[in-house]
T-cell receptor
Framework: QKEVEQDPGPLSVPEGAIVSLNCTYS??????FMWYRQYSRKGPELLMY????GNKEDGRFTAQVDKSSKYISLFIRDSQPSDSATYLC?????????????FGKGTKLSVIP | DAGVTQSPTHLIKTRGQQVTLRCSPK?????VSWYQQALGQGPQFIFQ???????QRGNFPDRFSGHQFPNYSSELNVNALLLGDSALYLC???????????FGSGTRLTVV
């Protein structure tokens, strides 16, 4: 079993839809959780960074962490064509600046105008 | 403010050759990590450098080595290239108090 599982999709939604992206993990040591967005031929860009269980909101993006279920989610409201990208979940046991990140495979999202 | 810069952008090498990839971290960052991203996969951690020393290493063979310079820039060296080394190599930097990593756009290595 991989440490981090993420459905690779692809996921296709109409513009304006609410998008739900998810990851599950098996390592209880993971305490810090991140979502990265990666456009084609680019490096990953940090979208959300969370530590505790619960919700964190930033504009149209909401990150949700449920440590008891080892499950994290990213919600995108009012999705736009510019949101079309691959979304990667990542996690680490300690503060991410000093430790390796373990990534999911990424979910490829297409938002259709 | 320049982010993480990597060079070259693309590279084609022959099996058995050696390659060196370069990375300059974001201004104010002192820690550099390298990741390998195969097509359709998430990035896999290779190693991390801090204070010019390898601080952590992922599950990669000794053919993968690195270096960090006093100005915090870093190199990734891969010897005896295999076809399976073809991937996007990402450099990420971080520093004290930063949340998450800042990634460069990567070097796409093709081994033929």
């Amino acid at each position: 079993q991989k440490e981090v599982e993420q459905d690779p999709g692809p996921l296709s939604v109409p513009e304006g839809a609410i998008v739900s992206l998810n990851c599950t993990y098996s390592n209880s040591a993971f305490q810090y959780f991140m979502w990265y967005r990666q456009y084609s031929r680019k490096g990953p860009e940090l979208l959300m960074y969370t530590y505790s269980s619960g919700n964190k909101e930033d504009g149209r993006f909401t990150a949700q962490v449920d440590k008891s279920s080892k499950y994290i989610s990213l919600f995108i409201r009012d999705s736009q064509p510019s949101d079309s990208a691959t979304y990667l979940c990542a996690m680490s046991p300690t503060g991410a600046g000093s430790y390796q990140l373990t990534f999911g495979k990424g979910t490829k999202l297409s938002v259709i105008p | 403010d320049a982010g993480v810069t990597q060079s070259p952008t693309h590279l084609i090498k022959t099996r058995g050759q050696q390659v060196t990839l370069r990375c300059s971290p974001k201004s104010g960052h002192d820690t550099v990590s390298w990741y390998q991203q195969a097509l359709g996969q998430g990035p896999q951690f290779i190693f991390q450098y801090y204070e010019e020393e390898e601080r952590q290493r992922g599950n990669f063979p000794d053919r993968f080595s690195g270096h960090q310079f006093p100005n915090y820039s870093s190199e990734l060296n891969v010897n005896a290239l295999l076809l399976g080394d073809s991937a996007l190599y990402l450099c990420a930097s971080s520093g004290y108090g930063t949340n998450g990593y800042t990634f460069g756009s990567g070097t796409r290595l093709t081994v033929v």
